[in-house]
């Protein structure tokens, strides 16, 4: 697919993918738990984690099937195979990232407020009144 050019340097580049894919697994543990940490924001950490597209999209298709593909390529089994199985792990992790970034998103849609250990959560805007048959104040 890609020729032989990108055989001789497939081994290094996988190598600097999967350091890449792991501190990106660092960050993403940092950031949940310091979110967790902080009684504001816990919920948000929780109902991330708690997703199954988290579980599927980042954690496995996003770090777990890239890191294993960029692996087996810097041991160079891979052979004429590596450009096309880098390009496999490059797509597997921009899935994995565009997941991450809406599961935090719309996680974030919905605020907490914490003041004095009282939870103060958006609500819905209750449904207007229809004004038929209301007389109004004054005109009795």
């Known amino acids: 697919f890609f020729g032989n050019g990108m055989v ?9 993918a999967a350091a890449l894919l792991i501190s990106e697994a660092v960050v993403i543990i940092f950031f949940l738990h310091a979110q967790y ?3 504001a924001t816990r919920e948000s950490a929780v109902t991330v984690m708690k ?13 777990l099937i890239p890191l294993l593909i960029t692996l ?8 004429d195979n590596a450009g096309t199985l880098m390009v496999i792990a490059g797509i597997c992790a ?3 990232g565009l997941l991450l970034r809406y599961m935090i998103l719309s996680v974030g849609m919905v605020p907490v ?3 004095s250990g009282f939870e103060f959560k958006l609500q819905n805007k209750p449904e207007p ?7 109004p104040p004054g005109n009795m």
Do not use: Q
């Open 113 to 115: 407020f914490n003041a």
């Open 51 to 63: 997703k199954g597209s988290f579980i599927v999209g980042d954690v496995l298709i996003g770090l």
């Open 94 to 96: 921009l899935i994995g």
């Open 72 to 79: 087996y390529i810097s041991t160079g089994a891979a052979g």
């Open 8 to 16: 001789v340097f497939a081994p290094r580049y996988a190598l600097i």
């Open 129 to 135: 009144k229809s004004p038929i048959g209301l007389v």
């Open 37 to 39: 940490r902080l009684p």
